[in-house]
């Protein structure tokens, strides 16, 4: 299985960025997929996640500016990241809560991180 991220990049404060992840590989079934962020010298924190079912969960410091949104046929994830702010800088890793198959557990997956820097 692989979670390929995508879309980070440079950007001034206030402004959006899009951040995509496609899991592939032998996937029986997603059942959530999330973005975590680690800004230098700090732990890894949950960002947002959203459920098959389309239920989210957003951190507080991330409410009303992102949006997390996926498509399950496609089992890709996307975040929609807007009014960014300089303490949003911080690698972004996509994360997917999976089953392999019909009798296996459900076990969670990273992708490679991608970089977000917002300039003040």
């Known amino acids: 299985v692989q979670l390929q991220a995508s879309g980070g990049g440079l950007v001034q404060a206030g402004g959006c960025l899009r951040l995509s992840c496609a899991a592939s590989g032998s996937i029986f079934r997603i059942n959530a997929m999330g973005w975590y962020r680690q800004a230098p010298g700090k732990e890894r924190e949950l960002v947002a996640t959203i459920t098959n079912g389309g239920s989210t969960n957003y951190a507080d410091s991330v409410k009303g500016r992102f949006t997390i949104s996926r498509d399950n046929a496609k089992n890709t994830v996307w975040l929609l990241m807007s009014s960014l702010k300089p303490e949003d800088t911080a690698v972004y890793y996509c994360?997917?809560?999976?089953?392999?198959?019909?009798?296996?557990?459900?076990?969670?997956?990273w992708g490679q991180g991608t970089l977000v820097t917002v300039s003040s």
């Open positions: 994360n997917a809560l999976l089953e392999r198959s019909r009798l296996g557990g459900i076990y969670p997956y």
